[in-house]
C-alpha cells in the first residue's frame, strides 16, 4: 500500500515539474537578421535577409566562404500579408528577435507606408526598438545582398553595427527605431535616417564585392518624405552634432600649388546654439568649437593659416547643409527644438505644423573655432610653424 502511494506521489510530482515542451530547438529556427520594405504597385514588397549562425558564430575563425545570409521575399496588400505569404515559402520558424535593421526604398517614403511598418514592428513581441533604419535609392533587394568585405562576420556588416565605423569616420549618425520614434514626436517633428547605396570599389581576384556604402541621408517627418541629402551636401550635420566622434576635411592652402593640399581631423565637436528672440521672429546664434589633428603640413605654414582655413570650410559645410535642406522645408540642425525646449512661450507663439518657419537669415551668426590643433606625429615634413 505504501508503495502505491509513494508511485502515486512520484506520478503527481513530476506533472507539476516545469518543462520546455514549448521551446523551439535552435536548428529549427531561421533567423531574421535584416529585412527591407519596398511599395510598388499598389502592393507592399518584403525583403527578408535570413542569416545562418552556424556559419557566424565565431567571427574570430579563418574566414569561410560559403554564403551567410540569403534573400527571399513577398507581397502583399499589407506589409503582414506579404510577410505571411514569406511565411508560405520557407522550411522553418522565422525567430525576428536578432532583427538587426530596416531599408525602406524611396517609393516606401514617398508613398508614406514607414508609419505602419514601424507600428507594426514595435508591437510586435519579438522585436526590439534597437533597430537600425536606413533609407536608400537603390534596389532594396541589392541592399540586401551587399556583404562586409573578407568575408566578416555578417552580424558585424556596417547595416547592423554602425557603431564601430561611426567611431573613426561620424559622417552620418546611425538611427534607430526608439530615436527615429522619439525624434517623429519632438519638434520640429522629422528626423534624417541614414541612406545607403550599392558600391563595387572592393575586390578580391576572383570577384567585385557589393558593399553598403553610406551616401547621405533621407529626411521624414510624420506626415510626408522630405527628400535625400546627399553626399557632400550633408557634410555640415557631422559639424553641427555633439556626438560625433571624427571627421575629416581636406583643402589646398595655394591654389597654384598642386602640393599644397592638407588633410584635416577634427574631433571633440562642441555645438551651442542660442534662440534669439524677438517680437517678429526667431534667429539663432550658433558656436561650434573643435579640435584637430594636421599629419601633414607644408613648410614654412603657420598654424594660424591652417586654423583659419578650417574654421572657414567648416562654416561653409555647415551653410551649405543648412541652404540644400532649406528648398526641401526641412530643419536640418533641428533648431525649433531649441526653441521649443529653452523657450516654451516663444514655441508656441511661432511654431507652425510643429516647427518654426526658417530661412537663410535664421541663423544670424554662425561662429566656428578651432580650439588647439596638433601636428601629429614627425614625419618628413618639418611641423608648422607658430
Known amino acids: 500500500m505504501k508503495a502505491k502511494i509513494a508511485v502515486l506521489l512520484i506520478c503527481s510530482f513530476i506533472l507539476l515539474l516545469s518543462g520546455c515542451w514549448s521551446m523551439n530547438e535552435a536548428e529549427r529556427m531561421l533567423y531574421m537578421h535584416g529585412i527591407g520594405i519596398d511599395y510598388q504597385d499598389d502592393q507592399y514588397v518584403v ?12 567571427s574570430e575563425e579563418a574566414k569561410s566562404e560559403p554564403e551567410q545570409s540569403e534573400v527571399g521575399y513577398a507581397t502583399g496588400k ?26 525602406f526604398s524611396e517609393e516606401a517614403l514617398k508613398k508614406g507606408k514607414m ?26 533587394k541589392d541592399v540586401l545582398l551587399t556583404v562586409p568585405i573578407i568575408n566578416t562576420a555578417i552580424n558585424l556588416s556596417r547595416l547592423s553595427n554602425p557603431l564601430n565605423s561611426y567611431e573613426q569616420a561620424s559622417y552620418i549618425e546611425p538611427t534607430d527605431l526608439r530615436n527615429l520614434i522619439i525624434g517623429l ?17 572592393w575586390e578580391t581576384v576572383t570577384r567585385q564585392t557589393k558593399i553598403a556604402k553610406l551616401s547621405g541621408v533621407g529626411v521624414v517627418s510624420p506626415k510626408e518624405f522630405k527628400g535625400f541629402i546627399e553626399e557632400d551636401k550633408a557634410n555640415g550635420l557631422q559639424w553641427m552634432n ?26 571633440k565637436v562642441k555645438v551651442n546654439v542660442k534662440p534669439i528672440i524677438k517680437k517678429d521672429t526667431v534667429q539663432f546664434d550658433i558656436d561650434v568649437s573643435m579640435d584637430g589633428t594636421v599629419n601633414s603640413v607644408p613648410e614654412h605654414v603657420k598654424s594660424e593659416v591652417i586654423q583659419k582655413r578650417i574654421e572657414q570650410d ?3 559645410e555647415i551653410k551649405k547643409t543648412y ?9 536640418i540642425y ?38 588647439k590643433i596638433k601636428s601629429g606625429r614627425k614625419s618628413l615634413s618639418k611641423p608648422f610653424s607658430k
Open 314 to 316: 567648416v562654416k561653409k
Open 115 to 140: 508609419d505602419a511598418v514601424i507600428d507594426g514592428f514595435i508591437r510586435f513581441i519579438e522585436t526590439r526598438y534597437q533597430v537600425w533604419v536606413y533609407s536608400t535609392k537603390d534596389k532594396v
Open 78 to 103: 499589407t506589409m503582414e500579408e506579404a510577410v505571411f505569404n514569406l511565411y508560405k515559402t520557407v522550411d522553418e520558424k522565422i525567430y525576428w528577435g536578432h532583427l538587426s535593421f530596416i531599408v
Open 185 to 201: 514626436n519632438e519638434p520640429s517633428h522629422e528626423m534624417v535616417i541614414p541612406s545607403i547605396s550599392v558600391v563595387q570599389n
Open 47 to 58: 525583403y527578408a535577409q535570413i542569416i545562418d549562425f552556424a556559419k557566424i558564430a565565431k
Open 242 to 267: 555633439n556626438r560625433s566622434k571624427r571627421g575629416e576635411i581636406s583643402f589646398r592652402l595655394n591654389k597654384e600649388d598642386e602640393n599644397s593640399y592638407i588633410a584635416v581631423i577634427l574631433f
Open 334 to 371: 533641428r533648431l525649433s527644438e531649441y526653441v521649443y525646449r529653452k523657450d516654451n512661450k516663444a514655441w508656441k507663439k511661432f511654431e507652425k505644423d510643429g516647427k518654426i518657419e526658417l530661412t537663410e537669415d535664421s541663423i544670424r551668426t554662425l561662429n566656428v573655432t578651432v580650439r
Open 323 to 331: 541652404k540644400e535642406a532649406l528648398e526641401k522645408d526641412i530643419d
